[in-house]
């Protein structure tokens, strides 16, 4: 399946849902006119899909294949375009680095 075959879906999906209809109509609308989305509204469209249940919906509907069919699209433009972030904060001034990621072991 398609980017924008996935968020037509997602938008045919998303009735009763405002959040996830406006996110996926905003998605869908610019697939079809630039044939790009960013993906923060990507991510915005599964987060407001998993939140408000729909997510779980289709995948109750929809056999695995079809339901991976339909999401995989949308998570891998995702995961192509979201910059990774690291939860580690550094060591703070005055401690000791930690010894697993230090560039010498302690003696």
């Known amino acids: 399946m398609e980017l924008r075959d996935a968020t037509l879906m997602m938008l045919t999906e998303s009735a009763g849902h405002a959040e996830l209809e406006r996110l996926a109509r905003q998605a ?19 987060g ?20 991976d069919a339909l999401l995989m699209p949308i998570l891998s433009e995702i995961g ?3 910059p990774i972030t690291s939860s580690r904060r550094p060591p703070a001034p005055g401690r000791p680095e930690d010894p697993l990621t230090a560039p010498a072991w302690p003696s």
Do not use: N
Request: hydrophobic share 45%; proline share 2%; glycine share 10%.
């Open 48 to 67: 407001a899909a998993s939140g408000s249940g729909v997510l779980g919906a289709l995948r109750a509907k929809y056999s695995p294949a079809a339901f």
């Open 80 to 82: 192509e375009h979201k």
């Open 28 to 46: 869908f609308d610019a697939l079809a006119d630039r044939g790009e989305v960013h993906y923060s509204v990507l991510d915005d469209m599964i």
